[in-house]
């Protein structure tokens, strides 16, 4: 079973826990996938399914990016686009290219998000224009 297909089987199964009023069982769930797929946070975040969790401070807690984490940052700018949430993508690449900027990788974020067919539903955006501006070399 693929990565994808396995992230939407367990959304449901915490959706569902969640509609019958056990959000211990659904955040239990969730941090379980979590643990075993970290990569799954992005989805986790920008998913319908879990807005019944978002207010507990244990999801808080499983979904929380590594604060020096320029890909992971990245990452979620390039989830929150596939989920339509342009505002929170710019936010996600605004700290991400704050972290690049840090590390002295700016140069290869700006690259990567311009070849990146995710971000070219977004490139026009202001924000995201204004950000590779600024940081390109």
């Known amino acids: 079973m693929n990565a994808n297909r396995m992230w939407h089987l367990i959304a449901e199964?915490?959706?569902?826990?969640?509609?019958?009023?056990?959000?211990?069982?659904?955040?239990?769930?969730l941090k379980k996938a979590l643990a075993l797929q970290p990569q799954w946070v992005p989805n986790a975040v920008f998913d319908e399914r879990t807005r019944a969790l978002r207010g507990r401070s244990d999801y808080a807690e499983a979904v929380a990016l590594p604060p020096d984490d320029a890909p992971a940052h990245y990452n979620m700018a390039q989830v929150a686009v596939e989920y339509q949430n342009v505002d929170a993508a710019c936010e996600y690449l605004t700290a991400a290219f704050q972290l690049a900027q840090a590390d002295g990788t700016v140069e290869y974020l700006v690259e990567a998000v311009r070849e990146d067919d995710t971000f070219r539903a977004i490139l026009a955006d202001a924000r995201v224009s204004e950000l590779l501006s600024q940081h390109a070399s």
Do not use: I
């Open 13 to 29: 199964m915490v959706a569902n826990y969640a509609e019958e009023g056990d959000l211990d069982t659904a955040m239990e769930t």
